[in-house]
């Protein structure tokens, strides 16, 4: 996952001399400016650090990484603010549980290629970048070995090993990217990246795995959503966010933009104790997302991944959420309830 070298690397591709630096997007800017500790963000949001259950060494295994737009949709002075509870190393992911792992979906197994995997038919996910637009500390890659083979602002070439087995597999028909976030590769970057994609005949569909419009809603620029828009592949974006309280306006606007240039959005939830695990709360996140034409596509059991145990909810308390939400929302509105599991031909389905 991002370590602090790789967040570190990242700012170092900026241009280091000051005509250069306002010409910085607004949204890299963002990523420069985000809060990188437990006690910054805390002093931000008037909440006591000593109550919080602060853990450095959670900090170090994962660090805290949450950009300012992000924290101003948590509530001040509210310490079980379910935006915080995404983001804060806390003392609980200390708590060693045999059931929770490293390697929770057995990713590493699936390896096609450096940072190409591949585990149902028809579509590979590409790890584009180990570097993320926020730090989710539920995160089942958080323990990812990304250092080996990954480093944002390198040459684009280090795809090519991926690209090349893509392209000598004529049934992959998709292609998801996904990190780490996409989106926090530069506009040149990802443009190389899509061409390349483009140049493979058998490539049908580009899917885009990002947290970041929800994180950093700047970053759908209108050169981003112009290229996507141009590319001959069929665009889709599968967004992340887990309470409504995420959407801002901002977020909604930038949602917007995509869906107006005709680009179908998705979004997918974690199922998260304490952050959405209630009717309501997921009521509310899926309202706002039909009303918003974002379909509402998976709700994710935890992966049982190091360090996360206290987010878990009871898989039976999860389906009993599905079947009341079915009473409440129209059927496109309520999410395919799902689990990775090692070894599946397709996500489980729970409800
Ligand atoms: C979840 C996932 C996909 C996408 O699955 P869909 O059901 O098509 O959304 C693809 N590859 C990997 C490795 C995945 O984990
Ligand atoms: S944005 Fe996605 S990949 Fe990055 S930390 Fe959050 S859940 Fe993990």
Not at 15 to 21: F, G, I, Y
Not at 155 to 177: K, T
Request: glycine share 6%; charged share 20%.
């Amino acid at each position: 996952m991002p370590s602090p070298l790789l967040q570190s690397k990242l700012l170092r591709t900026e241009k280091p001399n000051l005509e250069m630096e306002v010409e910085i997007p607004i949204w890299q800017q963002e990523i420069k400016t985000a809060f990188r500790s437990a006690d910054e963000l805390c002093r931000f949001l008037n909440v006591d650090l000593d109550e919080m259950g602060i853990s450095a060494a959670a900090a170090k295994q994962f660090p805290l990484f949450v950009p300012r737009g992000f924290a101003s949709r948590m509530e001040s002075g509210n310490s079980t603010d379910p935006l915080l509870r995404q983001v804060l190393n806390v003392a609980q992911e200390e708590v060693v549980d045999a059931q929770f792992k490293v390697d929770p979906v057995g990713e590493s197994q699936a390896d096609l290629a450096p940072g190409l995997l591949q585990k149902y038919a028809g579509r590979a996910l590409l790890i584009v970048t180990g570097v993320c637009a926020v730090h989710c500390r539920y995160c089942f890659r958080r323990h990812f070995p990304y250092q080996s083979f990954q480093q944002i602002g390198a040459a684009a070439g280090r795809w090519q090993p991926a690209l090349d087995a893509v392209r000598s597999d004529e049934s992959i028909h998709e292609l998801l990217l996904s990190g780490g976030d996409p989106l926090v590769l530069t506009d040149d970057l990802l443009t190389e990246l899509i061409t390349m994609l483009e140049n493979i005949p058998h490539l049908k569909r580009l899917r885009i795995h990002t947290r970041t419009p929800i994180v950093i809603p700047s970053r759908v620029t209108e050169a981003l959503v112009n290229r996507l828009v141009s590319s001959r592949l069929a665009v889709w974006f599968v967004v992340h966010a887990n309470h409504g309280n995420e959407l801002g306006t901002e977020v909604l606007d930038s949602l917007n933009r995509l869906i107006a240039a005709g680009i179908p959005v998705l979004n997918q939830t974690v199922l998260l104790k304490g952050v959405n695990d209630s009717c309501e709360a997921l009521e509310e996140l899926f309202t706002k997302l039909a009303d918003a034409s974002v379909l509402p596509y998976y709700l994710h059991q935890l992966d049982r991944v190091a360090g996360a145990a206290h987010f878990e909810v009871p898989i039976e308390i999860g389906k009993q959420l599905i079947a009341q939400l079915r009473t409440r929302l129209p059927g496109y509105a309520v999410p395919r309830y799902v689990q990775e599991r090692p070894g599946e031909l397709a996500k489980t389905i729970l409800g």
